[in-house]
């Protein structure tokens, strides 16, 4: 199975934007998995629920509500252009927010198990021994949560490889440049006699998704000992 130029840029795109939507999300979704995990709060059950709303509104909603806020007339969006010159609308960087959007949930869930796993008996030892919660933090309780929040990246990760509705809504299908694989997909499918191409996305699509589901949950079944890891 070979590739063409145009399908290696496809592919690079894809990774590049995954990979960009992890690494913002991952700070973002740990702050919120530990307030979720470990405070309480009016409100909790309403902000548990917003950042778990993208698994259950339509995707093309999700994009909308990004174009709203991130559009050239939208406040985020005219925010960012006078302060840093950053346009989002029909770039690559608005593929990786919208990805990051998506992925948010699933990351978030994965990293409030690690969380939640981590024996609240050792916070307190080290609290007992005179450290600040502040470094009770650093040196227990995020080391423990090192599984959870690899297996959330890992998840973030295989969440953004295959986002179609919302990226295809806020940033368009822009070849070189927001094409991703699921929309080169979906431009394929539209054209008679392009199945070949259509097969070979397909097949990265699935080994990419695939292989960070398994790592994922690999990651999963080390947290916390006798207790379910599982995060799928």
């Known amino acids: 199975m070979t590739f063409g130029a145009d399908q290696l840029a496809i592919i690079a795109l894809s990774l590049k934007v995954s990979l960009v939507a992890v690494l913002l ?7 919120l998995a530990w307030v979720l995990a470990r405070t309480r709060f009016p409100g909790k059950l309403l902000v548990d629920a917003l950042v778990h709303l993208p698994l259950v509104l339509p995707p093309v909603v999700t994009g909308w509500l990004l174009l ?3 559009g050239t007339q939208g406040p985020a969006g005219r925010w960012l252009a006078s302060w840093f010159g950053l346009t989002l609308m029909f770039r690559w960087t608005g593929a990786a927010l919208a990805a990051a959007v ?3 949930p699933l990351m978030v869930r ?3 198990l690690s969380i939640e796993g981590v024996d609240r008996r050792l916070e307190q030892a080290a609290r007992s021994l005179g450290a600040s919660p502040w470094r009770a933090f650093w040196t227990v309780t995020l080391p423990l949560s090192v599984p959870g929040l690899l297996a959330g990246a890992m998840l973030g ?4 490889i295959g986002e179609f509705g919302a990226t295809i809504t806020f940033v368009s ?7 991703t694989i699921p929309l080169a997909i979906y431009s394929a499918l539209q054209v008679p006699g392009r199945d ?5 996305l397909a097949i990265i699509a699935v080994a990419l998704s695939l292989g960070a589901l398994l790592v994922s949950e690999w990651l999963a ?9 599982h995060v799928l």
């Open 25 to 31: 999300t991952m700070p973002v979704a740990f702050a």
């Open 110 to 112: 994965a990293m409030r």
């Open 221 to 229: 079944r080390r947290m916390g000992s006798g207790r379910d890891g």
């Open 196 to 200: 070949s191409d259509v097969l070979r």
């Open 102 to 104: 998506m992925a948010l």
């Open 173 to 179: 299908n822009i070849p070189g440049e927001t094409e």
């Open 157 to 160: 990760f295989a969440r953004s």
């Open 68 to 70: 709203l806020a991130f």
